[in-house]
């Protein structure tokens, strides 16, 4: 069975380098969002990074530049007595979700979902009535 084990072998290397790679290009593609708490919003926000304003379990409302590059801010109500109202979470890995997804009514129209750090972007409209994006 030399052969067989030589042969999984040189697969698993294979696998691994792709799998590399892979993690590489996603890694460059999505950049993790930088998660700041502050007391107020500050006149320029940096990019790939959401300010949330407030003290824990009180946080008020998040902002971050619009992920598609357009550099509009986006402001988000985090009250829940206020509507439309998004909430964050952060996990144990100390990254962060908003839910529901944000879906800009003006301007560029971008729709996404950020989950873990990590912006996802939703399709067009056309999706939207899809059970994946009801959910949110
Ligand atoms: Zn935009």
Redesign the pocket.
């Known amino acids: 069975m030399k052969w067989f084990v030589s042969i999984a072998e040189s697969v698993r290397r294979r696998v691994d380098r792709l799998r590399r790679r892979l993690t590489a290009r996603v890694r460059r593609a999505a950049p993790r969002l930088r998660y700041e708490r502050v007391d107020e919003f500050p006149d320029r926000l940096k990019p790939v990074t959401l300010y949330v304003a407030g003290e824990e379990p009180h946080v008020w409302a998040a902002a971050m530049l ?5 550099g ?1 801010v986006i402001e988000l109500n985090l009250l829940e007595q206020a509507s439309p109202c998004w909430s964050v979470r952060q996990h144990r890995d100390s990254t962060v979700s908003l839910t529901p997804s944000v879906w ?1 009514t003006k ?2 129209r ?1 729709h996404f979902i950020l989950r873990n750090s990590r912006i996802e972007w939703c399709r067009s409209r056309d999706d939207y009535s899809s059970r994946r994006l009801r959910r949110h």
């Open positions: 619009c992920p598609c590059g357009c509009d800009r301007g560029c971008s």
